[in-house]
């Protein structure tokens, strides 16, 4: 195994002013952690990686491979086919972006496949669809309501964690796409919500968006994670609004020119966001700015870092992998990554987000393509990227189990009507507390208005203990959820508390289906309906 140079055990990055757990990521600290790097500021770059890779084979006796790069690893992987094509036998590239590109410094892909990922998956929800209004147009009202109403940052949320609030917070969760399922899912309806004055749901994503985009490890070990390699490698090897040969004062003012010039010719560049909001979001997914107090780079460390003009790609099978509804890596980025070499070919997954062929993507396709091609030199019968289901979207959020669409009644049922509330409020429950634990990195997790979540290991599907989770404010629900496999039959064995009186509920739903059976008792009532699992 080989870690690349600044991280693992070679030599890992640490730049206190990036790396302790409450640091910040500021254009300061990222140039403090270059001057602490000295005349090695630019020794981290993606071709030096590619060239110790290149080493590593050749002390191996392995003359040529089959190169896989995700995300940051498909920029490494073209690097090192550019630079030592002759040692690659076939490049798979899963959630890609080129090695350059027209205008590739102010990201231009990026806010339109964002407004697309809301906009298509609100069209193909039919509860989102039947506004008749796309996503973006429903969520506008609250960003224009953050905009103008006081900054509640710092204020506690249920959980005990404390809201990040403001426009700037909403353009991370909408752009910074983490946790990936759960902002796309509920994004338009907490937007709408937040409008009607219930805060909650938008300042959760709020919240979870800010942990999200924090690539630490909760060590801060810099072996795990190193924030100060991050930020050499984005100074090292990505295309900049300024020129890096300036002195950091100089090129502050270059970028001042440039971003003034910018605006006024391409004003709606970050739409719905404006400039000052989408840099407000933190540098790493912002771009533009992260760079600027980095060190001067030396014209001999120029010379080593450049790439051709005009580099040759290899001639060798070449798959790109592009999740229809990822803004991060979008998919014209792919498509340009894949026209650079001779026989590249992209496959569009429908329905799918950043990184297809590893644990968490939306289907078994990604990994069952790249396993063929590794394989045979082909991607075979491809059919399987037009099969992804589409992304079930959140129901309406509601502060109480009243405002809630009725479960249907089932043979048996003799709870009344506003039992079937609270079955739908139950079944809500259920399905956010398992797009969390899907989603999340640890084994804990918070409920939307209170109360816990923990996992216990039951691979390869999931089992959760929720404890007084609240997804309305007047229902909590507690007890066991078994899931069998990934996004399989679930089985749940509840205690509930609610408006309809206490009791005991039973939740199910079988593999590939979508409405889930719910039977047990309120207040000694005989309660059986089925309610959608939206998830």
Same mark, same amino acid.
């Given at each position: ?169 909403? #353009?991370? !969760? &909408?752009? $910074?796409? %983490? *946790?990936?399922?759960?902002?796309? /899912?509920?994004?338009?309806? =907490?937007?709408? +919500? ?36 991050? #930020?050499? !490698? &984005?100074? $090292?090897? %990505? *295309?900049?609004?300024?020129?890096? /040969?300036?002195?950091?004062? =100089?090129?502050? +003012? ?282």
């Amino acid at each position: 195994l080989m870690d690349n140079r600044g991280t693992g055990s070679s030599g890992a990055v640490d730049c206190p002013s990036l790396q302790r757990p409450t640091a910040e990521l500021t254009t300061e600290a990222v140039g403090d952690c270059g001057r602490q790097l000295g005349p090695a500021a630019f020794l981290y770059s993606s071709s030096y990686a590619a060239d110790d890779l290149a080493a590593l084979l050749d002390a191996l006796g392995i003359e040529a491979v089959h190169l896989y790069g995700d995300s940051y690893g498909t920029f490494t992987a073209q690097t090192f086919a550019v630079r030592h094509p002759s040692r690659v036998r076939s490049v798979v590239l899963d959630g890609a972006y080129p090695l350059r590109g027209p205008d590739a410094a102010w990201v231009p892909t990026y806010a339109g496949a964002m407004r697309d990922k809301f906009n298509l998956a609100c069209a193909r929800e039919p509860d989102c669809a039947a506004t008749g209004r796309p996503a973006l147009a429903q969520i506008e009202p609250a960003l224009e309501l953050l905009r103008r109403q006081p900054d509640r940052a710092g204020t506690a949320r249920p959980d005990g964690e404390a809201v990040a609030d403001g426009a700037v917070a909403l #353009a991370t !969760v &909408m752009f $910074g796409s %983490a *946790p990936a399922v759960p902002t796309l /899912r509920d994004t338009t309806a =907490a937007a709408t +919500a937040y409008a009607a004055g219930d805060r909650d749901p938008l300042e959760r994503l709020f919240a979870e968006a800010r942990k999200a985009v924090d690539s630490r490890d909760p060590t801060a070990d810099p072996r795990l994670f190193s924030s100060g390699l991050a #930020a050499a !490698v &984005m100074c $090292g090897d %990505a *295309p900049q609004l300024y020129d890096m /040969r300036l002195e950091p004062e =100089a090129r502050r +003012a270059e970028r001042d020119r440039r971003i003034a010039a910018r605006q006024a010719s391409h004003p709606d560049a970050y739409a719905p966001f404006s400039y000052d909001e989408y840099r407000g979001m933190p540098l790493d997914y912002a771009f533009l700015d992260e760079c600027v107090s980095w060190p001067a780079l030396t014209a001999r460390r120029e010379l080593s870092l450049r790439a051709p003009a005009s580099p040759a790609y290899p001639d060798v099978p070449v798959l790109v992998l592009s999740g229809e509804l990822d803004n991060m890596t979008t998919v014209a980025d792919g498509a340009a990554a894949a026209a650079n070499f001779p026989h590249g070919h992209q496959v569009i997954l429908r329905n799918s987000l950043h990184v297809n062929a590893l644990p968490r993507a939306r289907s078994r396709c990604g990994a069952e393509l790249v396993r063929r091609f590794i394989t045979t030199g082909s991607r075979g019968d491809d059919r399987c990227r037009d099969a992804v289901a589409p992304l079930r979207l959140t129901v309406p959020f509601a502060r109480s189990a009243g405002e809630m669409a009725e479960a249907g009644a089932l043979p048996g049922h003799a709870a009344g009507e506003p039992a079937l509330r609270v079955v739908s409020a139950v079944a809500a429950t259920v399905a956010d507390v398992l797009v969390r634990a899907h989603a999340a990195d640890g084994d804990e997790g918070a409920g939307l208005r209170g109360g816990r979540f923990r996992q216990h290991d039951a691979s390869p599907g999931l089992k959760l203990d929720i404890q007084d989770v609240r997804w309305t404010e007047d229902v909590t629900v507690s007890g066991v959820i078994s899931e069998a496999t990934d996004r399989g039959a679930v089985h749940a064995e509840l205690v509930v508390q609610s408006p309809s009186g206490a009791g005991r509920l039973v939740l199910d739903r079988s593999r590939g289906g979508s409405d889930a059976v719910v039977a047990g008792q309120l207040s000694g009532r005989a309660v059986h309906a089925a309610s959608d699992l939206h998830y």
